[in-house]
């Protein structure tokens, strides 16, 4: 977290959704960064730590799936898919993949700050509940 404030990699090729969701998380109180490529998200995640993603499924460099993959191998913040392809099989695909939640577009902005906010409020909990099994068991 950057100064108390959880940060947030938003990664959509579609500057004004992407923008958009991150004024809404930064009202919110959230720091957010904004990655329109995979490239520019993998570069991100190599000097900083968020915690938490929001990703399109497609991307013009690769996609969301081969994304999350890779946020898995070095992360367990929360990854939230945010795309306009709902079908079951995208879905399913998506949370096998590593992700936490799916949300399709067109999203309520209500339903989208809500289940960002639970997933950052799961991942402290599970956070604060490693430090002190960790440091009871010293």
């Known amino acids: 977290m950057q100064e108390g404030k959880p940060l947030i990699l938003i990664v959509d090729d579609d500057r004004g959704m992407a923008q ?5 998380l930064e009202r919110r109180g ?4 904004v990655a329109h490529t995979s490239a520019q998200a993998h570069s991100f995640v190599l000097e ?8 399109d ?7 969301g799936i081969s994304l999350c993959h890779y946020l898995r ?3 367990d913040a929360p990854i939230l898919f945010m795309t306009g392809r709902s079908k079951t099989t995208d879905i ?3 949370l096998r993949a590593g ?11 209500k339903e989208f700050i809500a289940v960002v906010t639970s ?15 960790l440091s009871k068991s010293q």
């Open 92 to 94: 399913v695909l998506g």
């Open 119 to 133: 997933l950052l409020r799961r991942a402290e909990l599970t956070r604060k509940k490693t430090v002190s099994h």
């Open 99 to 109: 992700g936490d939640y799916f949300l399709a577009k067109p999203y309520k902005k």
């Open 30 to 33: 959230n720091s957010t960064f």
């Open 73 to 75: 191998q070095i992360s």
């Open 20 to 24: 958009f969701n991150s004024h809404l």
């Open 48 to 55: 900083n730590k968020p915690d938490m993603y929001v990703i």
């Open 57 to 63: 499924f497609e991307l013009p460099d690769g996609d």
